[in-house]
């Protein structure tokens, strides 16, 4: 049933407008390092590095021309008693350019690239040898991002051990790797200023976090491609593909005319859908407008009720229609003959056509605008590269045209299913204002009601019980409408339980929090509860867990009962910090710890209570990008990103009794740590530390 549930959502996924949460974009996701010892029985031994950039970006190569103003990348083998270099590090040949605008020669590598460096060994036990590496990467003539540097450690054998190869596994962000006992001496990497394109460092955004995936653009075009797909399937567009692929093989002389105006009115589709992706991206190309996008109330009021509105349309209450006067003046250039006719034949198309596909568009928009960069321009090139599809194989395969099932009721059918969809998922924006304000009025009893009401009303729909406005009359159930039916009913009944407090983990991304509830412990307040102390400035947090909402209270907190702070940087409005609450903090191995071992702090990032005025500042985050500190939310992502360089949630960090981050142990996250069994290890790692250092 679990698996049915799945695929259920599976197939809506192309509904599922999550908020995004900006990230910064980190040089340690672009290029990453996996280190490998070779050794011979001569006592020399070669220390490789295999590096691996992804496309488009490059990194300098060791050795810069003379004159070069660019930061070369670092390979350095630290010599000492157990080891002495022979040579210099070694490079694959690099890519030679002369940058006219800067007047300089540049030397840098991309793709896949071998730094070797030899060494003689000179001691006969085995010893662990300290490799430092560095590097600055650039988008190929675009920006580029701040220099990074890092040290590991790997294990080698005395020269007396015979031949062996080990294997280090080591990424850009200092990740320690089981086989080969690499040792994280991380150095916080520090903005500069300068690069080897001439371009200052700057922070971008980059992708967030949808549970589809970290939508990559490819992801995201698949996604708005199937956005494109069902919108093929409502009243407005469907019957629409014969009709336009007959005009043009009718009206042209030949055969090849009409393939060829069809094609046209195709590409003619895809532009001035692109045209609006152009429009949305240069609209949000910076950081700092995706961030507030992804955590602002009120936009997420704004989004609910657009969402709204689309989802009653979608249920026949009434068609969004744009203005008529639009429509005539457009459909009077469609009478011009030519490519410029067959533009404004395309446009008519997307006007008359938009009470439907208008809310799929307002749908993928919603969801791209979070993400910033290119991705509305991704988004619109997918949902329009469906659109497009079908007049252009039906221009080249006209037989096909036979095969096509016809109009009828079915297709309201369609946008009614759909629009109860959207409705359902309309609340998740109304419950991120909500929780962000703390209004506690769509808590998580009153949410689950509602979407239990809805799903209802979807599967009484399915199975004929109930009528909307433009359905025909039902005369029999067809079998896999049924099917559909049932599965919905079924887990309508599975959301009843989380009335009264059950975890719900099918859907614990959508609903608020458990303790964001009228009864935060569950029915009769006999849920989860905490065994700790209570004291000023404790709330009661995910799982039933007293946690603190500020960093200063918790530190102080932590020297009193000597524990580890456990900071957790989260939002309001983060889906993800909910999966990692509701599927991860309560397994057994984690919850313990959590409740007895340590002192959790949750920061909420999109916080949008003030500061006291005194708090209130000017920050500088890189050199040049300034922020003004002015709400809790702005304080505590500027902490993040001070300390750690990213701007990501969930992000996990612990803190020692020194009252300062337990850099030796790491960081997790959702996209890292979202198995419960890697968040134990990482747990108790952080644990054991601060153990040692008491």
């Known amino acids: 049933m679990k698996l049915v549930f799945k695929t259920l959502f599976l197939a809506f996924a192309f509904l599922k407008l999550t908020t995004l949460n900006a990230q910064v974009e980190f040089p340690e996701d672009k290029v990453k390092w996996k280190f490998k010892v070779e050794q011979g029985k001569d006592c020399e031994a070669t220390i490789i590095a295999e590096v691996s950039i992804v496309p488009d970006w490059e990194i300098n190569a060791l050795y810069l021309p003379k004159g070069s103003f660019g930061i070369p990348s670092q390979f350095s083998v630290i010599p000492g008693k157990d080891v002495k270099l022979i040579g210099k590090a070694t490079e694959p040949k690099p890519v030679l350019h002369h940058d006219e605008e800067a007047d300089e020669d540049l030397a840098y590598h991309v793709g896949k690239i071998v730094f070797k460096q030899k060494v003689q060994i000179l001691n006969n036990k085995d010893f662990k040898l300290k490799i430092n590496y560095g590097f600055q990467t650039c988008k190929i003539n675009g920006y580029c991002l701040a220099p990074y540097e890092n040290s590991v450690t790997v294990a080698v054998k005395g020269c007396e051990s015979g031949t062996e190869e080990i294997v280090t596994d080591a990424a850009a962000s200092g990740e320690q790797s089981t086989p080969a006992k690499v040792s994280d001496e991380t150095k916080k990497p520090e903005p500069k200023k300068g690069n080897a394109t001439g371009n200052r460092t700057e922070m971008k955004p980059a992708n967030g976090n949808l549970d589809l995936g970290k939508l990559s653009n490819g992801e995201l075009f698949a996604v708005a491609f199937g956005f494109g797909l069902l919108a093929l399937i409502t009243p407005c567009m469907f019957p629409m593909i014969p009709m336009t692929v007959s005009f043009f093989t009718k009206r042209s002389k030949t055969r090849k005319a009409g393939i060829k105006n069809a094609m046209l009115y195709a590409i003619s589709i895809i532009t001035i859908f692109i045209l609006l992706g152009v429009l949305v991206a240069a609209l949000t190309k910076d950081a700092s407008t995706v961030n507030k996008i992804s955590s602002n109330p009120y936009l997420n009021l704004f989004f609910f009720a657009l969402l709204i509105v689309f989802a009653v349309s979608f249920m026949g209450a009434f068609e969004i229609r744009l203005p008529s006067k639009w429509i005539n003046k457009v459909d009077s250039g469609a009478d011009k003959g030519g490519v410029i006719g067959i533009f404004f034949?395309?446009?008519?198309?997307?006007?008359?056509?938009?009470?439907?596909?208008?809310?799929?568009v307002g749908n993928i928009l919603v969801m791209v605008i979070e993400k910033g960069g290119i991705a509305p321009i991704i988004g619109m090139l997918g949902f329009s590269s469906a659109i497009a599809l079908p007049f252009a194989l039906f221009a080249l395969f006209p037989s096909w045209l036979n095969s096509l099932p016809q109009s009828g009721g079915w297709l309201n059918t369609v946008k009614v299913v759909l629009g109860l969809l959207e409705l359902a998922f309309a609340f998740k924006f109304l419950s991120n204002a909500d929780f962000a304000w703390q209004s506690h009025i769509l808590e998580r009893e009153v949410f689950v009601a509602i979407w239990i009401g809805i799903f209802a009303v979807l599967a009484l729909y399915l199975l004929g019980f109930i009528r909307f406005p433009h359905d025909d009359k039902l005369?029999?159930?067809?079998?896999?409408r049924g099917i559909f039916g049932t599965f919905v009913l079924a887990f309508v009944f599975y959301m009843i339980p989380g009335l009264w407090g059950a975890p719900l983990k099918l859907i614990n991304a959508f609903p608020p929090p458990q303790y964001y509830s009228e009864s935060p412990k569950g029915l009769g307040g006999a849920g989860n509860s905490e065994n700790g102390e209570s004291v000023e400035g404790m709330e009661l947090g995910p799982q039933g867990l007293n946690v603190f909402h500020d960093l200063d209270d918790a530190l102080a907190y932590s020297k009193k009962v000597g524990k580890p702070v456990f900071v957790d940087f989260t939002g309001y409005t983060c889906v993800n910090c909910r999966k990692m609450e509701e599927s991860v903090w309560g397994e057994p191995g984690i919850i313990e710890h959590l409740r007895n071992d340590v002192v959790i702090v949750?920061?909420?990032?999109?916080d949008p209570k003030e500061l006291p005025v005194e708090e209130q500042k000017n920050v500088e985050l890189v050199p040049g990008h300034f922020k003004k500190l002015s709400t809790y939310g702005d304080k505590w992502g500027y902490l993040e990103i001070k300390e750690?360089?990213?701007?990501?949630?969930?992000?996990?960090?612990?803190?020692?009794?020194?009252?300062?981050?337990?850099?030796?142990?790491?960081?997790?996250?959702?996209?890292?740590?979202?198995?419960?069994?890697?968040?134990?290890?990482?747990?108790?790692?952080?644990?054991?530390?601060?153990?040692?250092?008491?």
């Not at 949750?602 to 999109?606: E, G, K, Q, Y």
């Not at 996250?669 to 040692?692: A, E, I, Q, R, V």
Request: aromatic fraction near 12%.
């Open 345 to 360: 034949m395309a446009l008519v198309l997307v006007l008359v056509s938009f009470s439907c596909t208008g809310p799929f």
């Open 475 to 480: 005369e029999k159930v067809s079998v896999g």
């Open 602 to 606: 949750s920061l909420h990032v999109d």
């Open 644 to 694: 750690f360089n990213i701007s990501a949630q969930p992000y996990y960090v612990m803190y020692g009794a020194d009252g300062k981050p337990m850099r030796d142990v790491g960081s997790a996250s959702y996209d890292t740590h979202k198995d419960p069994n890697d968040f134990k290890k990482w747990l108790n790692n952080g644990l054991d530390s601060y153990k040692k250092s008491k």
